[in-house]
Nanobody, 126 residues
Framework: QVQLVESRGRLVQAGGSLRLSCAAS????????MGWFRQAPGKEREFVAA????????HYGDSVKGRFTISRDNSKNTMYLQMNSLKPEDTAVYSC???????????????????WGQGTQVTVSS
């Protein structure tokens, strides 16, 4: 069983920055990938970013490219999402997810990920 614990989100002014973290707890962990998704009220869940655990390749949703950076610390089983130039439309519940094995799905597919964090609220004020 894998548990994912996200850092607490907060209220940020537009143009500001925030870093989220997601720590995976397990005895041994060598996942295929980890990712971030977000869901705004009344909207479907949206892919934000993902990172492969071994090679470190990164993937981003179009709406965050150039503003968000995903990274990981293998020694701590922790993934990070650095969010810069935040906009009010970035307001959402952000959830991290982990794919222990490759399932044939793309990084942006929710079905690739088998475990999810509880989600953390990020609010960007204009």
């Amino acid at each position: 069983q894998v548990q994912l614990v996200e850092s607490r989100g907060r209220l940020v002014q537009a143009g500001g920055s925030l870093r989220l973290s997601c720590a995976a707890s397990a005895r041994t962990l060598s996942p295929y990938a980890m990712g971030w998704f977000r869901q705004a009220p009344g909207k479907e869940r949206e892919f934000v970013a993902a990172i492969s655990w071994s090679g470190g390749s990164t993937h981003y949703g179009d709406s965050v490219k150039g503003r968000f950076t995903i990274s990981r610390d293998n020694s701590k089983n922790t993934m990070y999402l650095q969010m810069n130039s935040l906009k009010p439309e970035d307001t959402a519940v952000y959830s991290c997810a982990i794919a222990l094995v490759y399932t044939g799905r793309g990084y942006s597919s929710e079905n690739m990920y088998g475990y999810w964090g509880q989600g953390t609220q990020v609010t960007v004020s204009s």
